[in-house]
């Protein structure tokens, strides 16, 4: 199993930047894909970003530009840094740890309002 936290959301302002983190509990080399995914009020959820174990990344045409993803091996912990904020990015983010099954963390919020 692999249990996955996730960490840094909050309210920010349009325009503004957040950092979120997900901790994963077992090695990163030992999971083939971890993602991002975020659900808005009465909308499904959907992808926002992923990282292979190798380091290739892949992004919703909605953040590209804007957000980042990113891994550090050391810590199991994959990164999501968000830059140009927009309303629309507001939703709760679910971390996603593709192996031979599928694991998802509890969510952060991201609120983006003025």
């Known amino acids: 199993q692999v249990q996955l936290v996730e960490s840094g959301g909050g309210l920010v302002q349009p325009g503004g930047s957040l950092r979120l983190s997900c901790a994963a509990s077992?090695?990163?080399?030992?999971?083939?894909?971890m993602g991002w995914y975020r659900q808005a009020p009465g909308k499904e959820r959907e992808l926002v970003a992923t990282i292979t174990s190798g380091g290739s990344t892949n992004y919703a045409d909605s953040v590209k530009g804007r957000f980042t993803i990113s891994r550090d091996n050391a810590k199991n912990t994959v990164y999501l840094q968000m830059n140009s904020l927009k309303p629309e990015d507001t939703a709760v983010y679910y971390c996603?740890?593709?192996?031979?099954?599928?694991?998802w963390g509890q969510g952060t919020q991201v609120t983006v309002s003025s």
């Open positions: 077992r090695s990163l080399f030992r999971i083939n894909v």
């Open positions: 996603n740890a593709d192996t031979a099954s599928t694991y």
